[in-house]
T-cell receptor
Framework: AQSVTQLDSQVPVFEEAPVELRCNYSSSVSVYLFWYVQYPNQGLQLLLK??????LVKGINGFEAEFNKSQTSFHLRKPSVHISDTAEYFCAVSDRGAQKLVFGQGTRLTINP | EAGVAQSPRYKIIEKRQSVAFWCNPI?????LYWYQQILGQGPKLLIQFQNNGVVDDSQLPKDRFSAERLKGVDSTLKIQPAKLEDSAVYLC???????????FGPGTRLLVL
């Protein structure tokens, strides 16, 4: 069975500063990895995904993530954040057969002016 | 392309009452999922359908929760009778038959008093 650990429940940063949201997973099989964003009172929106190939994945809104198989990590980064990035971010994993997503607990990103 | 539709968006009921949620997936998507998201946690899969058949309902509390997808398109999730701990956001998602990526609806926020 897979599991996901998001290492920070809350991350406050100043506007235009860089940010990294950390995600570690455990799985005995090959996986797909995802980052979703959830704005207040909304559903989940896909930011980016790693399926195969290049370990550096670029997504929407200037976000990127790097898959590190040896460290079983998939950290999300953005070089310069904006107030509009304030949201909850979820890391998720699925095995390549079942399509079942297992989510982390979420990281609340707060951007201060 | 229209996204995943859910209704109602909000529902308040008293414990021991029944409630039903509706989901219409993205057109052509064979796989449909229902997730429960309790405040402060990541979404947890309740049930997964492939067309109108159940693929995984291992985490569905079957004594009170039921779900159906009769014509392989839209789906309903029912809770009867509701408990206080059922207060959560219920998210519906869909993916294509070979799709790795799930697309989420806006969710239904349930409050049980």
């Amino acid at each position: 069975a897979q599991s996901v650990t998001q290492l920070d429940s809350q991350v406050p940063v100043f506007e235009e500063a860089p940010v990294e949201l950390r995600c570690n997973y455990s799985s005995s099989v090959s996986v797909y990895l995802f980052w979703y964003v959830q704005y207040p009172n909304q559903g989940l929106q896909l930011l980016l995904k790693y399926l195969s190939g290049s370990t550096l994945v670029k997504g929407i809104n200037g976000f990127e993530a790097e898959f590190n198989k040896s460290q079983t990590s998939f950290h999300l980064r953005k070089p310069s954040v904006h107030i509009s990035d304030t949201a909850e971010y979820f890391c998720a994993v699925s095995d390549r057969g079942a399509q079942k997503l297992v989510f982390g607990q979420g990281t609340r990103l707060t951007i201060n002016p | 392309e229209a996204g995943v539709a859910q209704s109602p968006r909000y529902k308040i009921i008293e414990k021991r009452q029944s409630v039903a949620f509706w989901c219409n997936p993205i057109s052509g998507h064979a796989t449909l999922y229902w997730y429960q998201q309790i405040l402060g946690q990541g979404p947890k899969l309740l049930i997964q359908f492939q067309n109108n058949g159940v693929v995984d309902d291992s985490q569905l509390p079957k004594d009170r929760f039921s779900a159906e997808r009769l014509k392989g398109v839209d789906s309903t999730l029912k809770i009867q009778p509701a408990k206080l701990e059922d207060s959560a956001v219920y998210l519906c998602a869909s993916s294509s038959s070979r799709g790795e990526t799930q697309y989420f609806g806006p969710g239904t926020r349930l409050l049980v008093l």
